[in-house]
């Protein structure tokens, strides 16, 4: 699965190639108030260590409220890569944008997981980026790896704005 996420990159860049030319490609975003609700999908997970027999498609729902241009508080429940139920919660901050796609990371806290702290609550940062088009968008989590509890990846989740 790594590889059809790793085989995508070329289109990627082909499609964003028009925007590298454009003045304003790497900008940084307005803080501005906002309030928009969007319910969020689970995650599909495409594991760097594809081997171990992980559970890359990780069914869930979660909310998101953007508050800033910014900010957004998020928080959900998932079906995790062990397969246990996780639930999050925290915000995801980007600061900048790349074209049309915002930078930043999420910061939230997670449980579930039964070889990070027996399944407790643990606080945890990850890169995210964020895009959107009107009333649909897709956040995109780089997940590190932290020893043998937790496994990296690179997961991807879907979006529906619901109130502006």
Do not use: C
């Not at 915002?102 to 070889?115: K, Q």
């Amino acid at each position: 699965m790594i590889s059809k996420v790793f085989n995508t990159f070329p289109l990627l860049l082909v499609l964003a190639a028009p925007l590298a030319q454009a003045d304003d490609f790497f900008t940084k975003i307005e803080a501005e108030p906002k309030s928009e609700v969007w319910i969020d999908s689970g995650f599909w997970t495409a594991h760097f260590d594809s081997g171990k027999g992980l559970n890359g498609n990780n069914k869930g729902l979660g909310a998101e409220y953007r508050f800033s241009g910014t900010m957004a508080a998020v928080g959900g429940r998932f079906y995790n890569s062990d397969r246990e139920w996780s639930n999050y919660a925290g915000v995801i901050w980007q600061p900048y944008a790349v074209g049309p796609v915002r930078v930043g990371a999420a910061l939230a806290a997670f449980d579930g997981y039964p070889r990070m702290r027996n399944g407790g609550w643990f606080p945890a940062v990850i890169p995210t980026l964020t895009y959107d088009y009107q009333r649909v968008g897709v956040n995109i989590g780089i997940i590190p790896s932290y020893k043998d509890r937790l496994y990296g990846g690179i997961s991807l989740q879907l979006k529906l704005k619901v109130f502006e």
